[in-house]
T-cell receptor, first 112, second 111 residues
Framework: GAGVSQSPSNKVTEKGKDVELRCDPI?????LYWYRQSLGQGLEFLIYFQGNSAPDKSGLPSDRFSAERTGGSVSTLTIQRTQQEDSAVYLC??????????FGPGTRLTVL | QKEVEQDPGPLSVPEGAIVSLNCTYS??????FMWYRQYSRKGPELLMYTYSSGNKEDGRFTAQVDKSSKYISLFIRDSQPSDSATYLCAMTNTNAGKSTFGDGTTLTVKP
C-alpha cells in the first residue's frame, strides 16, 4: 500500500520567506509526527498529532514554526521568516499505534 | 546530557563481519525500543521493534534490550554491503506518543 508521502521533495528559499511543507500519512494512521534532521545529526522532534487531541508542540524551536492537521489526515508544517539555521531535512512519520512510526522520504529545505 | 546516547561512529567493517550497534538511555519509563535504518537521502525505515527486556531475532538481525542497564543493542550477522546505512535507535514509553531518537551510527560494510 501507499506509504507516507511528503512534498515538495526539495525546497530552496530565500531568508525571510515563508515555506509550507506537506505530509500525507498512511491511510488509517491516527498519529502524525514532524521531525527535523540536520546534516549528520539525529532526529529532532518538532510536533505530534494524535487523533482529535491537542497536539504536542513541545519540540517546536520557535514561534516561527507551526503545524496543522486537517481532517485527521494531511498535515502542513509552516515556517515563517525562514532563517539559514532552518536548513535541514524535515521528516514526517505516521503510526497506528504510538510506538512504531513509518517515515516519509523527507523535504530537504535550503535557506539561502 | 541527552536522554538517548548513541556512538556516532563511523563504523567500517569487512563483508561477513558481525556488527554490534549500541545505545544507552536514562529514562527508565521507556518500554518500547526500535531500530531504524536510514539510507542516504531517504527517510528512516523501521528495522526491529522490541517491547521491554529480552532478545528478538529477525533473519540476520538481533535486537537486545537490557532494561536493568538501560542498554540496547542491534547485532547484524554476516554483514553485507547493502547494510551500509545509518542506524538509529529510538524508544518511547507507553503514554507518550513521540519517540526519542539517538543521533545514529553510520555503518559501512566493505566488499
Amino acid at each position: 500500500g501507499a506509504g507516507v508521502s511528503q512534498s515538495p521533495s526539495n525546497k530552496v528559499t530565500e531568508k525571510g520567506k515563508d515555506v509550507e511543507l506537506r505530509c500525507d500519512p498512511i491511510s488509517g494512521h491516527t498519529a502524525l509526527y514532524w521531525y527535523r534532521q540536520s546534516l549528520g545529526q539525529g532526529l529532532e522532534f518538532l510536533i505530534y498529532f494524535q487523533g482529535n487531541s491537542a497536539p504536542d508542540k513541545s519540540g517546536l524551536p520557535s514561534d516561527r514554526f507551526s503545524a496543522e492537521r486537517t481532517g485527521g489526515s494531511v498535515s502542513t508544517l509552516t515556517i515563517q521568516r525562514t532563517q539559514q539555521e532552518d536548513s535541514a531535512v524535515y521528516l514526517c512519520a505516521s503510526s497506528f499505534r504510538s510506538d512504531t512510526q513509518y517515515f516519509g522520504p523527507g523535504t530537504r529545505l535550503t535557506v539561502l | 546530557q541527552k536522554e538517548v546516547e548513541q556512538d556516532p561512529g563511523p563504523l567500517s567493517v569487512p563483508e561477513g563481519a558481525i556488527v554490534s550497534l549500541n545505545c544507552t538511555y536514562s529514562n527508565s519509563a521507556f518500554q518500547y525500543f526500535m531500530w531504524y535504518r536510514q539510507y542516504s537521502r531517504k527517510g528512516p525505515e523501521l528495522l526491529m521493534y522490541t517491547y521491554s527486556s529480552g532478545n528478538k531475532e529477525d533473519g540476520r538481525f538481533t535486537a537486545q534490550v537490557d532494561k536493568s542497564s538501560k542498554y540496547i543493542s542491534l547485532f547484524i550477522r554476516d554483514s553485507q554491503p547493502s547494510d551500509s546505512a545509518t542506524y538509529l535507535c529510538a524508544m518511547t514509553n507507553t503514554n507518550a506518543g513521540k519517540s526519542t531518537f539517538g543521533d545514529g551510527t553510520t555503518l559501512t560494510v566493505k566488499p
